[in-house]
T-cell receptor, first 116, second 115 residues
Framework: NAGVTQTPKFRVLKTGQSMTLLCAQD?????MYWYRQDPGMGLRLIHY???????AKGEVPDGYNVSRLKKQNFLLGLESAAPSQTSVYFC???????????????FGPGTRLTVT | AQTVTQSQPEMSVQEAETVTLSCTYD???????LFWYKQPPSRQMILVIR??????QNATENRFSVNFQKAAKSFSLKISDSQLGDAAMYFC????????????FGKGTRLHILP
C-alpha cells in the first residue's frame, strides 16, 4: 500500500515549456487535490476533484489545468511554464465520506519544480 | 472568507520541555474542523491532530493536545516532552463543515528542538 505517490520528484523547466505532474493513490479515495507551497506560505489549493471525471478550481488555478480520467490518478498540467510557478507541488487525497476522520487528507511527498 | 493566522514564524524549545504553538482563525461559520499538520524536513505532510468545532472536549493524541477556544477562535497546539523528531514546520488548518471542500492553511511555525 503505497498511499499517495507523485511523479516526478524534481523537475527543472525553461520558461514556456510544458509538463504534467502525475499523482496516484491506491486507497480508493474519491477526493484528490493539488496544492502549491511557496516559502513563507502555507499550502494553497490549485485545483481539486470530488470524483472521477470531475474537477474544480481552488484558490490559485491560473496557469494550471487538471484531469481526473481515472479515479486513482490526478494530473496537473502546466501548458506554458513561468518563473512564478517555481514551487513545491503537493498532491493529496481523502475518502468521500462525511465526518472529521474522513476529512483527513493524505499527502504525497511533493514535487520540487523550478522554472528558469 | 475564512483566514488562518499563525503569529509565530519560528519557535525553539529544549528537549523534554513543553511548547505551545498558536493559531487563530476567522470565520462566521459555526460548523467546521481544525487541524494541525506537521511537515518535517522530508517535506511529507502528516496530520498531527484534529478537532471538530462542535466538540467542547479538547483533542489529544499522545504527547500532542490542543486548546480549542471557540469563542476566541483560537486553536493552539501543545507538545509535551518535546523530542528531536518533533522538529518540523507545523501548519494550522481550517475546513468548513459544509460547502466547498477546501482546507485553508496558515503560513506555518518552524519548531526547533534544542538538545
Amino acid at each position: 500500500n503505497a498511499g499517495v505517490t507523485q511523479t516526478p520528484k524534481f523537475r527543472v523547466l525553461k520558461t514556456g515549456q510544458s509538463m504534467t505532474l502525475l499523482c496516484a493513490q491506491d486507497m480508493n479515495h474519491e477526493y484528490m487535490y493539488w496544492y502549491r507551497q511557496d516559502p513563507g506560505m502555507g499550502l494553497r489549493l490549485i485545483h481539486y476533484s470530488v470524483g472521477e471525471g470531475t474537477t474544480a478550481k481552488g484558490e490559485v488555478p491560473d496557469g494550471y489545468n487538471v484531469s481526473r480520467l481515472k479515479k486513482q490518478n490526478f494530473l496537473l498540467g502546466l501548458e506554458s511554464a513561468a518563473p512564478s510557478q517555481t514551487s513545491v507541488y503537493f498532491c493529496a487525497s481523502r475518502a468521500g465520506l462525511a465526518g472529521a476522520s474522513s476529512y483527513e487528507q493524505y499527502f504525497g511527498p511533493g514535487t520540487r519544480l523550478t522554472v528558469t | 472568507a475564512q483566514t488562518v493566522t499563525q503569529s509565530q514564524p519560528e519557535m525553539s524549545v529544549q528537549e523534554a520541555e513543553t511548547v505551545t504553538l498558536s493559531c487563530t482563525y476567522d470565520t462566521s461559520e459555526s460548523d467546521y474542523y481544525l487541524f494541525w499538520y506537521k511537515q518535517p524536513p522530508s517535506r511529507q505532510m502528516i496530520l498531527v491532530i484534529r478537532q471538530e468545532a462542535y466538540k467542547q472536549q479538547n483533542a489529544t493524541e499522545n504527547r500532542f493536545s490542543v486548546n480549542f477556544q471557540k469563542a476566541a477562535k483560537s486553536f493552539s497546539l501543545k507538545i509535551s516532552d518535546s523530542q528531536l523528531g518533533d522538529a518540523a514546520m507545523y501548519f494550522c488548518a481550517y475546513r468548513s463543515g459544509w460547502g466547498d471542500d477546501k482546507i485553508i492553511f496558515g503560513k506555518g511555525t518552524r519548531l526547533h528542538i534544542l538538545p
